[in-house]
């Protein structure tokens, strides 16, 4: 195993054990001791690496978004129509919240709150993901497969806004093994979102044109039809059929 190798590995170790640690304890109560003791390195290797518990901290979601958001990059060229690239890029975010619960408490719970973390790159890389959406949704609007007066802004924010929610939620609520998971929400929910903005197509129609004269004869003609109708309702009504037996 070459240096780098190595040094690229005990990174990574450290990254880590500060996620679980930061994620279940918090980032103020959370110690460098504790993070090289779980990481099994000493406390003057993190601070090589990354010079104070911030930084550390903030390194995480940086590596995170930016190995997701790569591997979500391999996919989207392949998915032609718009609806389809916005449900992978959505499921990429269930799947990452889900799948890594560390993280996406991390993230939810302790980082969208703090002011500094919004000027880092760590925010800049979770930002080019959700920049993504809101162009996905953009060519909707322009190659007619969105309503124009679609606002693209606000309905990256209704989805973003409603998959967070749902993760603080469960977060707050606890995770019970034992659950309805929260993917089986993706599909309904986008559905719903999608039904709103989807262009509506015109039905196909024609336009009769007719003289005075032969508009008031078509008039006549429906009346009497529906009269000569009506009369033999009536009849049948006031002299039902009696079925022959045998």
Known sequence: MTDSSRAKTRK?????????????????????????????????????????????LFAIPEKISNQTYDESSKILPYIKDVEGRMRAMLLSYFNLYQSNPHYSALVLLQLMSNKRFRQTPAHAAIRRSAHRLLECIREGIADGTFRKDTDAYLIRSMLMGTMEHLFIHWHMQGRPKKEKSIMNMLDPFIEIVLDGIRARKEEPHFT???????????????????????????????FPQIKKTH
Not at 16 to 31: S, V, Y
């Open 208 to 238: 009769l044109y007719l003289k005075r004269e032969d508009a008031r004869d078509l008039a006549q003609f429906i009346t009497e039809k529906g009269n000569k109708q009506n009369k033999k309702i009536k009849e049948t009504e006031k």
């Open 12 to 56: 990574d170790r450290i990254m880590d054990a500060a996620l679980r640690i930061f994620a279940e304890k918090g980032f103020q109560n959370a110690t460098i001791t504790e993070i090289s003791k779980e990481a099994g390195v000493s406390e003057a290797t993190i601070y090589e690496y990354f010079g104070t518990k911030e930084d550390l």
